[in-house]
């Protein structure tokens, strides 16, 4: 078929107009949102904040205030103002809407203004973040934004975050800084794991042992569990009430409530080498060094759980939030099955077997934190033998015991071991750190189902959202903690916050690219194996 020149002119026409469409679409700058708005609109025109800028907030937003100050100050070196001058203001601002959801905010934008709105303290602080991650990095006199119109809320109530601070110990400092982290991310809650066989890592005034003894063992593993072999090194740690309730002001600053774990009927060596009396045998025994789970358990009489209600009792004095994260997992019954106390006290209770004496010990354990007006929650173990009435279940062996807790019409957070733990490789072994095994790479995380299709509409309200697990077996530093769990939290954020329709790993990638700035300039040793 010939073409006529005219006919020519046409086509190469339309083919430098679909060039130049899709050149200017490439040359779109890749904003650093993450987790992505629900709803965005980026306008051609810029706000600029500089020392004349102008900071508003009603009585009720001060420490929002506050803490959007002083970031601008720590980060860019200059100081803003908050008289009442109309041109070029920041404004925050609590709006009247019962009905709407607390964390949710509307951004509203123009070269003259920008104002943050909700209905609740941590809608506005999450608005902030997202204005936040379009400051660039850097110090300047003054920096320019785009302006934005933003819609926005969390698709689940539970997003957190996890650390181990018992096989390893780490810093006050860092623990504030893995805090930010998570406020960075809109995350609102930090899983802190206080204790376990390899160390108590938090003063109890009543009972001063469990740290003087609990919280040093003689040595630790070295290399991989299979090695088996060990130094001699003594390693300790542990923080005073006076610390915690510093990191607890510092997050509830941040609107991230901290969940303490203290963990129980197992993995309670380091409790049982200070307090022997309180298991079966009450034969003295050492802080493990090992890895693994011991068969050392406190045993369910009526002096244990009177000495479990005054440590609880001190937990729940301190940390002001809703929940007590008790473990109940990975529970030897040798102890138990080999007691004859136990075998008299299931005979009593009319008890069948051992997971139904783990499920009447969580059972009295959970009426302890109920006196509080506390909630218990347990690893999916707690399910084994009878769930306790009003147990919320964090479900890691699988999805398995979140589905069922779920039916059972229990609240779950769901923290997988295939999605949730970030102590597994991320890329090849032989170019990562050691980890104790097991693959989840970024793009893994990004794709996690939150709510299982087995679940029907009445169900799904039950699942309250997930977390990511950092277990420190093999993550001995502040550093290398950062490594594991960056860039994967950021994933788990953003499947956490935004609806599946609108997420994209593409296009997370390509945002994820672009905070590698802010990443650098805030020292967060990430890793860079999926960018």
Known sequence: MQIHKHQKMKYLNIFFLFVIFNLKVLAQPVYPLIPFPEEVTIGDKLFRISPQTNILAEPKLEQELKYLKSYILENHLFVVNTSAKINNRIVLRLKTDSNSNPEAYQITSNPREIIIEASHPSGIFYGIQTLIQLFPTGKFGSIKIPCVQINDKPNYTWRGMHLDCSRHFFPISFIKKYIDMLAYYKMNSFHWHLTDDQGWRIEIKKYPKLTEIGSVRKGT?????????????????????????????????????????????GHAVAALAAYPEYSCSQKPCEV??????????????????????????????????????????????????????????????????????????????????????????????????????????????????GIAAAKMNHYVIMTPGSHCYFDHYQGKPESEPLAIGGYTPLEKVYQFKVCPDTLNETESKFILGAQGNVWTEYIKTSEQVEYMAMPRMAALA??????????????????????????????????????
Not at 233 to 252: L, W
Request: proline share 4%.
């Open 221 to 265: 593993m070295i290399g991989h569990y299979r090695d088996q072999k060990y130094d001699s090194i003594a390693y300790g740690g542990f923080y005073t009430q006076k610390e915690i309730k510093e990191v607890i002001e510092y997050a509830q600053k941040r609107h991230v409530n901290i969940v303490p774990e203290i963990e129980m009927p």
């Open 494 to 531: 953003e499947v956490l916050w935004s609806q599946s329709s609108k997420r994209d790993y593409a296009n997370f990638l390509a945002r994820l690219k672009s905070q590698e700035p802010y990443l650098k300039n805030k020292k967060i040793n990430y890793s860079k194996t999926s960018l």
């Open 288 to 401: 493990s060094i090992k890895w693994g789970v011991e068969t050392n358990v406190f045993c369910p009489s009526e002096e244990t759980f009177a000495f479990l209600e005054d440590v609880l009792n001190e937990i729940m004095d301190l940390f002001p939030g809703k929940y007590i994260h008790i473990g109940g997992d990975e529970v030897p019954k040798e102890e138990w099955n080999n007691s004859a106390f136990c075998q008299q006290l299931m005979k009593e209770q009319k008890l069948k077997n051992a997971e139904e004496l783990q499920s009447y010990f969580i059972r009295r354990v959970e009426k302890i934190i109920q006196k509080k007006g506390k909630t218990m929650i347990g690893w999916d173990e707690i399910l084994e033998g009878g769930l306790a009435p009003n147990a919320v279940v964090m479900s890691w062996r699988g999805t398995e015991g």
